[in-house]
């Protein structure tokens, strides 16, 4: 038998689960751990000498692992990913199989049971009252047993393993109901005069019914649950299967699962990446949708990062791995949204409460009204009171409202992936849907976080290029964002800049070099003013509509003489507006915080169709303005760009991150947006409340079949209208019960994320 | 009458002894323990853990119907898919003492983790 694993990553370290051969003794246990543990690099390694795997923690990479095992006299090999192309065919072939199954025997019992209840329609009634009938119904008695045999001996072995476990399940349900119609039938047959006359009735195509309908509800349940996880495959299937590596100065295909952390990487135009890596040569545009959501590739030249999961479109690409396997950006994604879809939002645990005691109350319900049917109830009293218990338990079985839930989340968790949009756990899906107040951070979430110049305005006999120029040469030897915006600026239009000398920052004002001959001075008004640079009415207009642009313009001067004016700027996204607009459009209120200046702030909020705006504030402030917001009664979202707004993610009622697709800081917050753009944010409130109205409909539809069955299945409607559920009715319901909600939960596959 | 109505009390009787006041047997868990799920249960069911510390269990899940697959243990955000036929290890985190309930996505599949010395 072949272990697969489960990889868990910590940060610190990795952890490989090896598969081992050739270990035959228990003595092998202590060499090979031993062996693993001398390994450099190895913290943990244990082995497990009753799967013949062992575990393995540290920073040693695998190739050392299995060298070392080989070297000890055995042989090792890594076991495979959990999530791979493998697994789910693996998968898809044993519930193919299981589908197949399920439908045999819904085919035999109901081949047995449709003539019956045909019978008791329309021909005769079940009834007996001689020994012919009591012969025929005999032998009706032991082809229904082989029927319950062949079709339904899963029901019953399961429910005999629950019983002994001091558990009760559906199969505990099955099993009572459709045993207790037998064994009352066979009594009939066999001791009538146990009986009176009125009571003489047999249920056996209630047996065969029930087995055949509730094999068929389970066969129809596992195709709708298949294509709940079609998310999940449409991720997986994004993994390349080779990757050309260069070893030796020789390309060669491998599969991925050999490539290792600092290989060399070729792909080619039309190939999908392999694993995560930084372009070391050539240049191409990548597509990234289906990692981001983002629908324009991305161009990619020496040291940008790309993605296992994108397709390479236009050049090629060579660069080095830096994420192999489990540790890709992809794989963590996979990962993170197996993990939300089977988290439960806290709608859902009222239902699992119920379904946790529901089993052994509905078979105390079956006893009791039993119990009255036989003291109280009509003629033939015996049967009434079988039917009713029978029912009772059949209808009872609470697996529509195991159901109604995880369905829900799977599918809408997967949607939102699907959109680019991470979502956590359960408990954000549903918090997100209730979001009244969005707290935006400026820079980084509603601009670009990047700074660039929009404006250069040449003086006193300068072209706009000698500004740009002199002003990148001088700035090259900054770290300060705007210097890069700067030197960005001057190499966008390919000029050369020159070396500079003597340079010094001047805190607060800007800086100052030599360029040659030239003295150099750029920063703001003070600065100028301190050295005698003469500003004209003109220039300091000009200056102050750039700054109530939210620009930040710079003086630069030579040779002391103000030789022009450049403005540098974080531009706002170009879907900013739209995405706000979304949210307002919602009834979301939307607030936006900075750190940057009154002026700035106000421009951008302008520009934004934001009135709510706070400047100058601190992280420390920002956790305080979520505060005050949720003491004024708002669920309150915040969403920020990283480090600086963890704390106010944290204090929100949900945190939004904006993450890259290459480093998507998904353990941060509730929510992560792959992509820069906000529509995320109104994406993931649209799917969460999507979601949250699938997950409504569904318990509803649950309760329904199970809170209003049960008292109709035990006879509340008789006295007053006669109305008492048939054995055969209350299976079918139960079986439908769990096809309606994984159907329904199907519903929110077709519904529309992007409204932008 | 009263004979068959008093089988049906003590009838209700052992149904809520068996299925709710009964403990089953604990069995700790070591590096070998394989937990079986087949046929609606976890066998065992009823494992003992070391508090603070680390561990992992092993799944066997030999049940091809899809409520098996699933694993969660809600309490710490676990949920792993057990591959039919095949071992599947569950890490736990440390955890504090206490018991801890892990079941399947229907929760028709139960079983307890007891956290104790």
């Known amino acids: 038998m072949k272990p697969s694993v489960s990889h868990h990553r910590c ?80 998968k898809e072939a044993s519930d193919q199989a299981y589908y197949k199954k399920l439908m045999r025997d819904m085919s035999i019992s109901l081949g047995v049971g449709i003539p019956l209840m045909l019978y008791g329609l329309f021909i005769g009634d079940m009834s007996v009252s001689s020994p012919a009938e009591r012969f025929a119904w005999l032998v009706v008695g032991i082809v229904t047993l082989a029927v319950m045999y062949f079709s339904g001996k899963h029901f019953y072995t399961g429910a005999w393993q629950s019983f002994k476990n001091h558990s009760a399940n559906m199969d505990t349900l099955i099993a009572l109901g459709t045993g207790t119609a037998w064994l009352y039938s066979m009594v009939v047959i066999i001791v009538p005069a146990l009986l009176p006359d009125m009571a003489r009735h047999v249920y056996f195509e209630a047996t065969a019914m029930i ?67 930084e372009v070391l040569e050539g240049r191409s545009s990548v597509d990234e949708s289906m990692l981001t959501g983002e ?54 645990r009222l239902a699992d409460v119920i379904a946790g005691y529901f089993v052994p109350t509905i078979m105390i319900i079956a006893v ?21 218990a029978t029912t009772v338990l059949i209808i009872a079985c609470p697996c529509a409202l195991g159901l109604a839930t995880p ?33 935006l951070d400026k820079t980084g979430t509603i601009t670009l976080g990047r700074p660039q110049v929009t404006d250069i305005v040449a003086i006193s006999g300068y072209s706009e290029e000698d500004v740009i120029r002199l002003a990148a040469s001088l700035e090259s030897n900054s770290e300060h964002p705007l210097a890069e915006a700067i030197v960005a600026s001057a190499k966008s239009r390919d000029i050369a800049l020159s070396d500079v000398s003597d340079f010094n920052a001047i805190t607060g004002q800007g800086v100052e070099a030599r360029v040659g001959e030239q003295s150099l001075l750029l920063g ?54 739209a995405a706000i607009k979304r949210l307002q459009g919602n009834g979301i209120r939307v607030v936006m915080l900075t750190g940057d200046n009154q002026a700035t702030a106000k421009a951008v909020a302008d520009k934004v169709g934001i009135d709510e705006f706070y400047a100058e504030v601190q992280p420390q402030d920002k956790v305080d303005k979520v505060k005050v917001l949720q003491d004024e009664n708002e669920i309150v979202g915040m969403t920020g760009d990283g480090i600086n707004d963890a704390p106010a993610l944290a204090q929100a009622n949900v945190g939004f991150a904006i993450g890259t697709g290459t480093d998507v800081a998904i353990e941060s917050a509730d929510i992560t947006l792959m992509r820069g753009s906000l529509h995320g944010l109104a994406d993931a409130v649209a799917v969460s409340k999507a979601t949250i109205r699938n997950i409504k409909q569904n318990l509803f539809g649950a309760f329904i079949y199970n809170v209003a069955g049960v008292p109709i299945a035990a006879g509340l409607l008789y006295p007053v209208f006669g109305i008492l559920l048939s054995p055969v009715v209350a299976g079918a319901a139960m079986a439908f019960s769990s096809l309606t909600v994984v159907t329904n939960a199907n519903r929110l596959r077709f519904f529309k994320v992007k409204e932008h | 009458m009263w004979i068959i109505n008093l089988v049906g009390v003590v009838f209700v009787g052992l149904i809520v002894w068996w299925f709710w006041l009964y403990k089953p047997n604990e069995v700790k868990a070591n590096k070998d323990l394989i937990i079986t799920v087949e046929n609606g249960v976890y ?54 003492t206490g018991e801890y309930e892990f079941h399947c996505q229907m929760k028709m599949y139960k079983g307890t983790l007891r956290v104790s010395e």
């Open chain 1, 524 to 577: 703001n008004k003070k600065l100028m003013k301190e050295r005698g640079i003469e500003l004209s009415e003109q220039v300091i207009e000009q200056a102050q509509v750039f700054a109530r642009e939210a620009k930040s313009p710079m003086y630069f001067a030579v040779d002391n003489t103000l030789a022009g004016i450049v403005a540098v700027a974080d531009p706002i996204k170009d879907d900013s507006v």
């Open chain 1, 295 to 348: 629908p324009i590739p991305v161009e990619k030249t020496q040291g940008d990062l790309v993605s296992a999961g994108t397709i390479n479109k236009s050049g090629s690409l060579v660069f080095v791995a830096k994420r192999v396997g489990k540790d890709t950006a992809l794989a963590n994604i996979i990962n993170m949204v197996k993990k939300a879809q089977n988290s439960k939002p806290p709608i859902g």
């Open chain 1, 211 to 277: 087995i055949g309908l509730i094999n068929l509800g389970l066969a129809l349940e596992l195709k709708a649950r298949g294509r709940t996880s079609e998310a999940i495959k449409r991720l997986i299937n994004l993994q390349a299967k080779t990757a050309r590596v260069i070893r030796d100065g020789n390309e060669v295909d491998i599969p991925i699962e050999q490539v290792r952390i600092n290989d060399q990487v070729r792909v080619r135009p039309g190939e999908r990446i392999a694993v995560d890596g």
């Open chain 1, 407 to 439: 369905m829900s989340v799977m599918v809408g968790v997967g949607k939102a992936a699907e959109a680019g949009v991470l979502i956590r756990n359960g408990e954000s899906l549903q918090t997100a849907s209730q979001i009244t107040a969005m707290v």
């Open chain 1, 368 to 388: 009791i009204s039993a119990l009255i049917w036989l003291n109280v109830g009509p003629e033939p009293t015996v049967a009434f009171a079988i039917v009713s």
């Open chain 1, 11 to 90: 940060d610190s370290s990795a952890e490989y689960e090896l598969l081992i051969d050739g270990a035959n003794c228990g003595s092998c246990v202590k060499k090979i751990e031993t062996a693993l543990r001398n390994v450099q690099g190895v913290d943990h390694a244990e082995m497990n000498f009753a799967q013949r795997t062992v575990l393995v923690s540290g920073s040693s990479g695998v190739e050392p692992l299995i060298n070392a095992v080989e070297q000890a006299g055995y042989h090792a090999k890594e076991s495979v990913a959990e999530n791979d192309e493998a697994a789910m065919t693996e």
């Open chain 2, 43 to 96: 066998s065992p069911s009823y494992i003992t853990v070391p508090p603070n510390q680390a561990v992992s269990l092993v799944f066997n899940r030999k049940d091809p119907a899809p409520c098996a697959e699933q694993l969660l243990i809600p309490e710490f955000n676990i949920s792993e898919s057990l591959v039919l036929n095949q071992h599947t290890r569950v890490h736990l985190p440390a955890m504090p």
